[in-house]
């Protein structure tokens, strides 16, 4: 049996890369394939092409990268024709997986959609392309599954998988030690892993950093980058800010563990400062006409997926084109000055963990998957 895993960015890379071990597990003979990165390659999933290598966000970066789209779709298109794999799993990266659903669809080819953009949220109208061009939607969150359907589409609420990889996680116990000794109050900085995020929102964490440092000196900052390259870029900017600052790549876990709370921008980074209960202010700087064109599309009241889950706002956000460098800051400082208030956040943040972060559905995916298929196989009963 071969399956063809699809994922366009890092994190679905990592989701990507558990579900072709999950499949593995289940069944030794299943044959994983498809577009990624490198996690799912080391997973055993041979890649056709390094998909999150292309990873995009905007509409301007799209139709940059969209000649790069097409040829990768007429690739799809052939492999699915001649090689024709047993199923198409899609991993979030909405946009170019429309029509990759909609290609596996042409062939026949049953479609899953594993981790599934959040149309709740942004763009209920699309419900109709799930419901033409995916099989089955194998949700994250637990109010997806009604949600879909309501709206006719075969839906199944498995859990997250980010909390799969989060109880594996090894900590760096060396780094944790040696910044244990140093003095001071940690604060995590947390920029995304996408380069425009960094782009956009790394005024805001910095300026932040500055108001907090000038209201509790004692305070210093660990700036958790994804990749080299985004270490590079930070530490181009801290010269002459004056902060207790540095820039460190690859240790996300370890700050978070550190700190006594983070400012984040808004992602499924949420998910790990959930896991860890680490207090966190969420950001989101966008382009003024981009938020101008959410306020029509945004649906739900939440952009972090910790307060999406707890329905309040547990993690303060700030959606914004401006600079809140000053009220981000505020809100740390709330946490900071007012220990009862950050006691009780850490309480709620622990209610909610042990609610909704159920290991798992990595290991659930793939039962689904196999046993889906397996039913098709299965010759049709004599009358």
Not at 153 to 163: C, M, R
Not at 207 to 227: D, M, N, Q, S, W
Not at 353 to 360: E, F, N, Q, S
Request: aromatic content about 10%; glycine content about 8%; proline content about 7%.
């Amino acid at each position: 049996m071969r399956i063809f895993l699809s994922a366009g960015e890092p994190s679905g890379d990592l989701h990507g890369s558990n579900l072709a071990a999950a499949l593995r597990r289940a069944d030794p003979a299943v044959e994983c394939v498809g577009f990624g990165g490198e996690r799912m390659e080391a997973a055993g999933c041979r890649l056709v092409y390094p998909l999150c290598r292309l990873a995009v966000m905007g509409f301007s970066r799209v139709l940059a990268n969209f000649v790069a789209f097409v040829r990768l779709l007429r690739r799809a298109d052939s492999y699915f024709r001649e090689q024709r794999p047993d199923a198409v799993v899609l991993i979030d990266f909405p946009g170019f997986h429309w029509w990759l659903a909609r290609r596996a669809k042409a062939h026949g080819i049953p479609v899953f959609y594993f981790v599934p953009p959040q149309l709740w949220a942004w763009a209920g109208w699309r419900v109709k392309k799930m419901r033409r061009f995916v099989d089955h939607v194998l949700c994250s969150l637990p109010f997806e599954e009604p949600w879909y359907d309501a709206r006719g589409v075969t839906a199944h609420y498995l859990g997250h998988p980010y909390f799969d990889e989060l109880p594996r996680q090894q900590l760096n116990a060396a780094f944790v030690e040696e910044e244990h000794e140093r003095p001071g109050t940690i604060i995590g900085l947390l920029p995304g892993s996408r380069n425009q995020e960094l782009e956009l929102n790394l005024t805001t964490l910095l300026g932040a950093a500055k108001h907090i440092h000038a209201a509790r000196p004692e305070t210093r900052f660990l700036v958790a980058c994804y990749k080299p390259e985004h270490k590079g870029q930070v530490e181009e900017r801290l010269p002459g800010l004056g902060l207790p600052i540095e820039a460190h790549a690859g240790y996300t876990p370890e700050i978070i563990h550190l700190a006594k709370a983070t400012v984040a921008v808004s992602g499924s980074v949420g998910l790990e400062l959930l896991y860890r209960g680490k207090p966190s202010v969420v950001v989101y700087r966008a382009h003024p006409l981009s938020l101008f064109v959410s306020r029509f599309l945004r649906q739900c009241r939440y952009i972090s997926l910790v307060n999406l889950l707890a329905g309040r706002e547990l993690f303060p956000e700030f959606l914004t084109h401006r600079d809140e460098a000053e009220g981000v800051a505020g809100r740390v400082l709330h946490w900071l000055n007012d220990e009862a208030a950050y006691r009780e956040v850490c309480g709620e943040l622990a209610a909610l963990k042990a609610r909704v972060a159920v290991p798992g559905a990595c290991r659930r995916a793939a039962g689904y998957i196999l046993e889906v298929l397996k039913r098709r196989e299965l010759p049709p009963l004599a009358a």
